[in-house]
């Protein structure tokens, strides 16, 4: 029987629940999974980054010992593209469309033409993993290598290579956002100091550390399709994959994603891999499975940001911001990912604003196709461009103006709101204090003591840098209307179920999904303060189409805000028929219930009361019952936000670079970090960590370089492409400002993301300071390689 | 990531290695720690017919001193380099070294002959193995031959050992008196192979003036080299900074140095330079000057 | 040509027929069932797949398994004796030393490793001892404060 909780746990830093399994190798991730009679899949890509596909000869791979079945598009008659989720025409009335969304088929197997290197062909399915990669360097593809274009600002050249017959030019959509007239006026404003900078976000690989995979089962007694992959949100991928893809009934297809080894945007999509592995599950009536090699995650991933960007600021004599004036390629990649038109319009421009009081604001951005893997959200999706844009363009406005960079940005804040602010760039602000996390940031690094240490250290001929960011966030995308009227294809609300057993113990089916951020800690904190029971009597059920509702998943930094408040919603309701149920044992009147401490009780009398367990029991056992109320306990919601969070802070970064060797190196990192009311700080200071080193690593080490001439992945293994290792990266001085949302009932924004937005603008002015007195006043390009920065250090002498 | 197949063969003695190796000749790789060769044979870049794991061969392993020469075993691993007390007592360097190769689960399988007879062009050893005037001992059916360094790295992961032969023993010379010896190395972020590497010996004459310096660097080109012009640069003067500085110019000079991600041949040739002076100051320092 | 290989993995002994190309790490994962250690990249950078084979860290997807013929292997699912976590698993979960699991088991043997080497181990030395082991979730702080508390919380030597 359920027992009463001794404390709130609400704010508290309690260990997470789901560590047990996984400190002692007991995680069930998709490649642990054996199903008796399984196939292994092997995929068979392409080496080329743009070739025309004359014939595939499968007849040695398919006599290849232990060989089930080998598959090229060609046999996947009756199968349709992969959709893309998001939608960017003027007859859809997308607000901001200049040119319309150039929507290209997206084939599970490509059978026309390879159009990045690792473009999948064809599949070869086997008794056995290595049967599978053995008869796969049998398949005889006869190519016909065309031109390639891998280079953002190249794809929509005239004369580069043509991708698509759909899409003319390479052009992918062109987009605004902003008021371009207001903007050019203000650019134009008497005395304006006015700063125009090239600034590359450059390509980027996810590399969560579980590789992707699926395991597919089909049952021919019941027709029903099991697919368990890594996925953030299976309820999306059995949607895309039912409804757009194979036009298989949804209701006889089960998606569960069982433990993730993170995702950090790269397993929100829908991949082709998946769905081949589903239809040849089918095909075959056999299980099938395929987990990605990390060479093939480098190919095949959707990859993140790549963009190229010319940003204009201008500032009034006093340093007040007059306008800001972006433009933008971003490079989409060969195909359209689920979500890729998205990131770099509705996710990106709507963020330009920063947390500055700007006048005017334009940003036109322009999507191109290349040669090269499809992009798509990366952790933070858009938020991390338009953060890095604000920061480092006002930075260089600072710095041309003759202003401190800290100075600078303390006068352009909005001044603290909670409600509405309306920024030039569409979205209202809910609530922020932006100066307060500022100057706890300030206090905490001692910003004029540091200066003073710098100035000793230039003395010395030491290079020793500051840089700051200053970021604003949205997380918690909503409501569905308006994604909706933006192009989204989705709703972005959440489930949550609420089912109460018997007993009292509790089980929760949340549509959001955990692939790393404790929500069978932080959701069960939730519950726990709520219905006042011990957090051991609450177990939380994600990431299985089978058992729960529906729901939309996790990524933009959304499960406690959207997916905790559908909880609470339901928990709410489970109070209020729990006090139906009481009233009529205590003989009273519903309204004169109050849920106090896990008890029912009289308003007013303490001693009359019945605890959670017996309404629970009753619930279920209503002998003793209120007329006309159902039995049972259990209650299901649906939460649609009625906007975003805004989740703000201050990030500060010291480096010290070697003049010889160009390596930067981190001395201090601080954060302060305001995500509204916190459940788990623990929780949330890992994700701050965890944020920041992929940031930091943008900054300085990361990017996915495609050699211009022969289209390859240069960067295809974790031997080339440097993700951060702990030996690089400092321990991290954080702290935090609160100031709750409005918008939800915890005042809950979202901290999956913040690390990351603010982390690479502020290490890369760190590096642009440190280099100052050489007469550096601008870094274009990242990551800030040793040989980068030291290419500019011998630019800077030179000149 | 499944090789393609193969047959492996654990041979007991040299002599049944020595026969294998006669009999499969090209088929066939020798198998060390396995911390270069079977990478490439997941990628399928190598794909040998016949593997030979020298694991039970006995005599293969281990570090003793033979005089003023260290004698090292092929099979001996980086982690026992690392942390020998006899290295660390006699030639401080070569653990140095060895504890910045790749990172400690590659350190326990990796090998001291693996490392030198695969001569990747970015690893640690070979640098230190020149500066130090190290030779090889290579194993064939007619009996044992010794390859001094200088003669050892042919190319791109080509090195003096015949095919029918197996580099056995690495001896390498504990330091003389009034040396001092550095190793100083900048890490390819990912893979933390050497960019660029180099390694100094230099010897103090009574006076305090380089009687002798040893420059090896690995990483920039396609195999690691001497610095010819570095060591004649500090031969016979008294290595102050200026000195070192002056020396280390040519630290890149007979270096076939690759361009790559990491570096342009103008970055590399540099780095070379910067790394001469760091591991020359350091070795000046260590033998008393 | 399948040769048979016997090892004894935590403290128990197996014996099976195996492809002289079969690495370690599938071994122990998909012929014996082991499935704790992960394997997270293809070229032994990440060191998900990290073991201890006659007490030294290894990564196992960088060994074939008739090369193990013999030798006494320990994967993360030993490390806990009679239900009692170890110091370092505790560490890890005290210390929030992980969120989605995956780098977990291969940084805890090599933590293990660490502390047997340099039981009192300072933070600089940690950072450069994880140098094999790429975790893309905690940043690594959390990973080092849980590296320490286990260095306080490891039973004296006998």
């Known amino acids: ?799 | 990531m499944y090789p393609a197949a193969f047959d492996y063969h654990a041979p007991g003695t040299i002599k049944e290695a020595l026969d294998l190796l006669g009999k499969h000749k090209d088929d066939a790789k020798l198998l060390a720690g396995g911390h270069s060769l079977i990478p490439m044979m997941k990628l399928r870049l190598a794909q040998p017919k016949h593997l030979i794991d020298l694991r039970k061969v006995p005599g293969l392993s281990g570090i003793k001193q033979d005089g003023n020469m260290l004698a090292i075993g092929a099979m001996t691993t980086h982690w026992e380099v690392e942390s020998s007390s006899v290295v660390k007592s006699k030639l401080a360097v070569l653990s140095e070294v060895a504890a910045l190769i790749g990172d400690p689960a590659v350190r326990n399988r990796g090998t001291v002959g693996g490392s030198i007879a695969h001569a990747d062009p970015a690893a640690d050893y070979p640098a230190a193995m020149i500066a130090l005037g190290a030779e090889m001992v290579c194993e064939g059916a007619k009996g044992r031959r010794t390859v001094k360094v200088d003669d050892w790295f042919k190319g791109l992961m080509a090195t003096a050992v015949g095919e029918d032969e197996i580099l056995v023993e690495v001896r390498v010379p504990v330091l003389p008196a009034s040396t001092g010896a550095a190793y100083m190395k900048f890490p390819h972020p990912a893979s933390r192979f050497a960019v660029v590497g180099v390694a100094a010996a230099v010897t103090l004459d009574g006076k305090g003036a380089c009687s002798k310096a040893s420059i090896g660097v690995t990483g920039a080109g396609t195999k690691a080299v001497r610095a010819k012009g570095v060591e004649a640069g500090c031969t016979g003067k008294k290595l102050d900074a200026a000195a070192i500085e002056a020396a280390a110019q040519k630290a890149a000079d007979g270096v076939d140095v690759q361009a790559d991600l990491q570096g342009s041949v103008e970055y590399k040739s540099h780095l070379c330079r910067v790394f001469a002076k760091r591991a020359l100051t350091e070795a000046v320092k260590r033998a008393g000057g | 040509m399948k040769l048979p290989v016997k090892m004894t993995i935590n403290g128990q002994s197996y014996s099976h027929e195996v492809e002289p190309r079969l690495l370690l790490v599938h071994y122990i994962r998909e012929t014996v069932g082991l499935t704790g250690t992960h394997v997270g990249c293809d070229t032994s950078q990440c060191g998900a797949c990290t073991i201890l084979m006659n007490g030294q860290a290894v990564k196992a997807c960088n060994f074939f398994a008739v090369q193990a013929d013999g030798a006494n292997i320990m994967t993360i699912e030993g490390l806990a004796k009679d239900g009692e976590l170890h110091p370092i698993q505790q560490g890890f979960w005290e210390k929030h030393g992980l969120q989605c699991g995956f780098c977990t088991p291969g940084m805890i043997m090599s933590a293990y490793q660490m502390l047997e080497r340099y039981p009192k181990p300072s933070e600089e030395l940690i950072r450069h001892q994880l140098e094999g082991n790429l975790c893309r979730c905690t940043g690594y702080h959390n990973i080092v404060k849980a590296i320490e508390w286990a260095a306080e919380h490891m039973p004296a030597k006998k």
């Open chain 1, 1 to 799: 029987m359920a027992t009463v909780a001794a404390e709130r746990l609400f704010g508290k830093s309690i260990k997470r629940r789901e560590d047990p399994r996984f400190i002692t190798g007991r995680g069930q991730y998709v490649d642990d999974l054996k199903i008796p009679g399984m196939t292994y899949a092997a995929f068979v890509r392409s080496p080329h980054a743009h070739a025309k596909i004359r014939k595939i000869d499968t007849a040695a791979a398919t006599r290849h010992p232990g060989v089930v079945a080998v598959f090229t598009g060609k046999d996947m008659t009756g199968v349709n593209s992969l959709p893309c989720g998001w939608d960017l025409r003027k007859e859809k009335k997308i607000p901001g469309v200049i040119q319309d969304l150039a929507i290209v088929p997206h084939m599970p197997l490509t059978s026309d033409a390879a159009r990045h290197v690792g473009d999948p062909v064809a599949i070869v399915i086997a008794d056995s993993h290595e049967a599978a990669v053995d008869a796969a360097e049998k398949v005889q593809v006869d190519w016909e290598p065309l031109a390639a274009v891998t280079i953002t600002e190249k794809a929509a050249a005239s004369g580069a290579p043509k991708l698509h017959e759909g899409a003319p030019g390479n052009v992918a959509f062109k987009w605004e956002i902003g008021d371009r007239a207001a903007t050019d006026a203000a650019f134009k404003t008497a005395g304006a100091v006015t700063v125009k900078k090239r600034i590359v976000n450059q390509r980027l690989v996810a590399n969560a550390m579980e590789p992707r995979a699926c395991v597919a089962r089909y049952d021919d007694a019941t027709g029903e399709l099991t697919l368990w992959v890594t996925s953030q949100n299976p309820h999306v991928h059995r949607l895309l994959m039912c409804a757009f893809v194979l036009g298989i009934p949804e209701h006889k297809v089960r998606v569960i994603a069982p433990d993730v080894g993170g995702g950090f945007g790269s397993k929100i999509f829908l991949y082709n891999e998946e769905v081949v592995c589903s239809w040849a599950s089918r095909k075959l009536k056999r299980p099938v499975r395929w987990t990605a090699s990390r060479s093939e995650a480098y190919l095949t991933d959707a990859h993140g940001r790549d963009h190229v960007t010319d940003a204009e600021i201008a500032l009034a004599r006093d340093g007040k911001i007059l306008g800001l004036r972006v433009k933008t390629t971003a490079n989409l990649g060969a195909y359209l990912s689920t979500f890729a038109p998205a990131v770099p319009t509705f996710l990106y421009g709507t963020l330009l604003n920063g947390v500055y009081a700007i006048p005017a604001i334009h940003c036109e951005v322009t999507g191109v196709f290349s040669n090269t893997t499809a992009v798509d959200a990366y952790r933070g999706a858009g938020r991390p461009e338009a953060c890095y844009v604000v920061e480092r363009i006002v930075e260089a406005g600072a710095r041309a103006a003759g202003m401190d960079v800290a100075d600078l940005r303390k006068k352009n804040f909005i001044p603290k709101f909670s409600g509405a602010f309306q920024t030039q760039v569409a979205v209202v602000y809910d609530s922020g204090d932006y100066g307060a996390a500022w100057d706890r940031m300030l206090q905490m690094l001692d910003y004029r003591k540091f200066r003073a240490e710098q100035e000793a250290a230039r003395k010395q001929g030491r290079l020793l840098g500051i840089g700051f960011s200053a970021y604003i966030e949205a997380c918690s995308i909503a409501p569905s209307k308006l994604v909706g009227a933006l192009g989204a294809g989705a709703g972005l609300y959440e489930s949550g179920k609420v089912r109460v057993h018997p007993t009292g113990m509790v089980t929760v089916f949340t549509g959001s999904h955990s692939h790393g951020q404790g929500h069978e800690t932080t959701f069960a904190q939730i519950v726990a303060d709520k219905l006042g029971i011990p957090i051991e009597q609450v177990d939380i059920v994600h990431g299985d189409t089978g058992s729960v509702a529906f729901g939309m998943g996790t990524y933009g930094s959304r499960s406690a805000s959207v997916g905790g408040t559908a909880i609470l919603m339901s928990l709410n309701k489970v109070i209020e028929k729990g006090k139906k149920i009481a009233a009529h044992l205590l003989e009273a009147a519903p309204k004169d219930i109050d849920f106090l401490g896990g008890q029912f009780q009289v308003k007013g009398a303490p001693g009359k009361a019945v605890p959670f367990g017996v309404v629970s029991l009753t619930a279920y056992v209503p002998h003793n019952y209120p007329e006309g109320l159902e039995p049972g306990l259990e209650e299901t919601s649906f939460y649609d936000p009625s906007n975003f969070c805004f989740p703000f802070g201050a990030h500060a970064c010291i480096v010290e670079v070697d003049r010889d060797t160009g390596n930067v190196r981190i001395l201090r990192y601080l954060a302060v970090d305001d995500v509204g009311n916190v459940i788990n700080p623990m929780i949330v200071d890992g994700m701050v960590h965890g944020g920041i080193a992929q940031g930091v690593g943008q900054a300085l080490c990361e990017g996915a370089v495609y050699d211009g001439q022969s289209g390859q992945l240069v960067t295809g293994s974790m031997m080339d492409y440097a993700l951060p290792k702990a030996d690089m990266l400092p321990m991290y001085e954080t702290d935090r400002t609160v100031t709750p949302t409005p918008v939800n009932p915890m005042g809950v924004k979202g901290a999956g993301e913040t690390g990351t937005i603010a982390a690479t603008p502020a290490v890369v002015n760190a590096v642009v300071d440190a280099l100052a007195p050489l007469g550096v006043d601008h870094i274009e390009e990242m990551p800030m390689t040793a040989q980068r920065v030291w290419k500019i250090i011998q630019g800077a002498k030179a000149r």
